[in-house]
């Protein structure tokens, strides 16, 4: 009894010397935040039982009422940890436009076993470092050449959906833009075909669904945020998601083993041609983001690693394949339920590239899409691919705000800026939750971060013009093979790092009458 006793009171002392330290750590900082609103935090735990309860589901809903309540600017505790939330414009404009804040959140820590400091992850010099390496990447004179994988796998993509185009049953479409999204961004990043599309069955391309499955699952419930809690409460899941990370790091660092030694021998040849121009190498039919890496070197002029560019081509697999797919997932869905913005769009395309001879797509061409560029742009503001940043305050921020005033963001806070709710904000854009594609045809914004869906500042999304070219290439072999159809569910869109839908993206299509041939 009196074993037990001394256990008790000593249970007793850690959990007020624990009480207490969180009370004094936090003490500076809620003295700074007191003039924020936000929801009642019970002293110590803060919101950690009402966060418990958040479901994907009700995140969505459960954020809109909040911000019914406190406004768009609100703060929460979850035990020592400060949440800024906003979808307030002025706020959030003055961290995505800081020139040093650009640490991520604690939330995406949980990416990093998969995807470690590569340039989604990482700050500070790493982060500059890598950042000027790899836009290069992006000039359009490479992504000229990726145009071609567009078109060739958008191909493949039409083959694939031909064994639902009766017209009458609603399917799920976006599994099918998802291995098309694979494939194109497998040969474009590390220069092979995974055959996503027609060979369902390839490890690689299985982990990386079922991952990305995963890691969204857990982001949720962020209570399973941190690896040892995940191994600790969900240990079958936690050696499930280390074997599919394996799987895929496995097979980057065999690519980029086999790339390596293939542009050593490329190197070696060269040496012996006097007519060889050094600005060709790595250059074949195509130029992989894996190759411009393999080239680069870093500030004190070593070459990157293997385990470097494994970082980012698995950064640039997993922001380009997941983002895409949505993107184009969500944009296919409200064109199937806008049958006045489908034709148009079809008229468009066959003013641009013909109706009866069809020419070659080509970066020009795609850049006439004008209505087309409008219609994906509408469609990211109502569904961000994602509807969530986050930034963790490394520094004392001061601030200035029309309505609550100036203030200090004190250093440490996880700061979240919700773009799902601020792209839908009615101060911003006439009624905001109809699907007008025409608004962007306008310019009536006081401020470039308005409309923010690739993020803003200098850690914008790097790879978009690749994926509004990708978007374009894909919406114009579908439209122009198959009329799609306002069938089925719903959407009913789920927050996490990456937005989903519960429903999928139903809709039917149908082979157009008068098809021309492809571009």
């Known amino acids: 009894m009196v074993f037990f006793t001394v256990i008790f009171i000593g249970l007793l002392i850690l959990t007020f010397l624990w009480a207490l330290r969180i009370h004094v750590t936090t003490k500076y900082r809620r003295k700074l935040t007191d003039h924020i609103p936000g929801p009642y935090c019970i002293p110590i735990l803060g919101c950690v ?26 703060k929460g505790w979850i035990l020592d940890h400060l949440f800024i939330i906003t979808s307030n414009i002025e ?3 003055q961290i995505l436009a800081h020139p040093t804040e650009i640490r991520k959140s604690r939330l995406y820590t949980i990416l990093k076993p998969w995807l470690g400091t590569g340039l989604l992850m990482s700050d500070g010099q790493k982060w500059h ?40 049953t609603a399917f799920d479409i976006m599994p099918y833009i998802c291995s098309a999204a694979l494939d194109i961004i497998t040969e474009t990043a590390m220069g092979v075909n995974v055959n996503a599309q027609t060979d369902k069955n390839m490890p690689y391309t299985k982990a990386v669904k079922e991952l990305t499955s995963l890691v969204i699952w857990r982001i949720i419930r962020f209570y399973l945020n941190h690896e040892w809690q995940f191994s600790i409460l969900c240990p079958l899941k936690k050696l499930r998601h280390d074997k599919l990370v394996g799987t895929m790091h496995k097979f980057t660092r065999n690519v980029i083993e086999e790339r390596r030694k293939e542009l050593e021998k490329q190197l070696k040849s060269n040496a012996n041609n006097e007519n060889h121009d050094p600005h060709d190498i790595g250059i074949r039919k195509h130029m992989a983001l894996m190759d411009v890496l393999l080239q680069a070197t870093t500030v004190d002029g070593k070459p990157l690693s293997n385990e470097d560019i494994r970082e980012e081509v698995d950064t640039f697999m997993f922001e380009g394949h997941d983002t895409t797919t949505t993107a184009l997932s969500f944009t296919l869905y409200l064109v199937s339920r806008h049958p006045d913005v489908q034709q148009r769009l079809l008229d468009e395309i066959y003013n641009v590239f013909g109706k009866n001879i069809v020419e070659p797509f080509t970066l020009p061409k795609l850049n006439e899409l004008k209505y087309m560029e409008c219609v ?51 101060s911003s854009y006439e009624n905001p939750n109809d699907f007008k594609p025409d608004r962007h045809n306008e310019s009536t914004a006081n401020s470039s971060f308005v409309y923010v869906p690739f993020s803003a500042g200098s850690r914008n999304c790097i790879g978009q013009r690749f994926a509004m070219l990708e978007m374009k290439t894909v919406l114009c072999k579908i439209l122009r093979e198959y009329e799609l159809l306002p069938l089925g569910l719903d959407i009913k869109p789920i927050l996490g790092i990456i937005l989903r839908s519960e429903t999928g993206m139903q809709l039917g299509i149908k082979k157009r009458v008068m098809a021309e041939k492809h571009a």
Do not use: W
């Not at 995140?59 to 609100?74: C, N, R, T």
């Not at 490479?142 to 083959?159: A, P």
């Open 49 to 74: 039982g009402e966060a418990t309860t958040l479901t994907p589901d009700k995140m969505l809903d459960k954020s809109f009422e909040v911000y019914a309540m406190y406004g768009d600017i609100i």
């Open 91 to 93: 706020l959030f404009e």
């Open 129 to 168: 470092t890598r950042r000027k390496i790899i836009t290069p990447t992006f000039h359009f004179t490479i992504l000229e050449q990726f145009i071609e994988v567009f078109d060739r796998q958008s191909t493949v993509l039409l083959n694939c959906l031909s064994e639902r185009a009766d017209g009458v």
């Open 376 to 426: 994906i742009k509408e469609s990211l503001r109502l569904y961000p691919p994602v509807p969530i940043i986050g930034r963790e305050i490394a520094e004392d921020i001061h601030y200035t705000h029309s309505k609550i005033g100036d203030g200090i963001i004190p250093a440490g806070t996880q700061f979240i800026i919700s773009l799902f709710n601020a792209l839908r904000a009615p």
